[in-house]
């Protein structure tokens, strides 16, 4: 499965400029294989990326802008579901990628799934083991006498009643682990979290410019509209400017 992240090389938008900046540097930081595809300059780009945003993900004027993300064929989202996944450590998810193990996102999914099942299968194997070695029949332990048969009575109730104690901790030390699980990021992640917030310092202030950008890129198109209609009203004028001439030949002889 290839990313593909359609950008515009050639914007005028400090905003959309920063946003791509963001998109492309996380990427990098969390090592993931993406493809970069310009609509500035290649105008099949520009077109497929429109066709292939859903109808509901488009802005009020229809015009999607960049940096907007694919895997394959498939919609990813823009900036804004992008930046919401990676706050919300699901940037894998939002892919369409399987997280790597010990990233965040992955411990995310463990902790789910411990959850929903109701039960740790470390914890069932500890408190199994644990009963295995208090539960010994008095039976079992041949050539003892009665006051050594006492004596592993009193230890084996000694034993049941540190059990209760024993679980508890067990259970409060692997919640606990749970807890501060999603806490333990690998370094190479935290290196990359940080490179990619350096990208983001001045997002804030991109955001208030977004309005602007789609007036630019609207306006853009306006002005190519613009300059076809003059084209065309010149050639209407050198047509009728030839006519004259040819109707004043006429009169003339």
């Not at 996102?105 to 740790?120: C, L, M, P, R, S």
């Not at 039976?139 to 230890?155: D, F, I, S, V």
């Not at 749970?178 to 955001?207: C, F, L, S, Y």
Request: with cysteine; charged share 40%; aromatic share 4%.
């Amino acid at each position: 499965m290839v990313i593909k992240v359609f950008l515009a090389s050639s914007s005028g938008s400090t905003a959309i400029k920063k946003k791509q900046q963001d998109v492309v540097g996380f990427l990098e930081a969390l090592k993931v294989d993406y493809t970069q595809l310009d609509i500035a300059c290649n105008e099949e780009n520009r077109m497929w990326m429109r066709q292939n945003v859903p109808e509901d993900r488009k802005p009020t004027n229809g015009i999607p802008l960049p940096p907007q993300i694919f895997n394959e064929a498939s919609y990813c989202g823009d900036y804004d579901t992008f930046f919401d996944a990676k706050e919300d450590n699901s940037v894998y998810a939002f892919l369409g990628l399987p997280p790597p193990p010990g990233s965040k996102e992955a411990e995310k999914a463990d902790k789910a799934d411990i959850v929903e099942n109701g039960t740790h299968a470390e914890e069932t194997n500890t408190v199994g083991k644990l009963d295995d070695l208090i539960e010994v029949p008095v039976e079992e332990r041949n050539g003892n006498t009665h006051r050594e048969e006492e004596k592993l009575q009193q230890a084996a109730d000694e034993e049941e009643e540190a059990q209760d104690g024993e679980e508890e901790e067990i259970t409060e030390g692997e919640t606990a682990d749970k807890e501060t699980a999603g806490d333990e990021t690998p370094m190479e992640e935290e290196e990359a979290v940080e490179e990619a917030d350096e990208v983001t310092e001045d997002i804030a202030h991109a955001e208030e410019e977004e309005g602007q950008e789609e007036e630019d890129l609207q306006s853009e198109e306006e002005e190519e509209l613009l300059q076809l209609e003059e084209e065309e009203e010149a050639e209407v004028q050198e047509d009728e400017e030839e006519d004259l001439e040819e109707t004043q030949e006429e009169e003339a002889e």
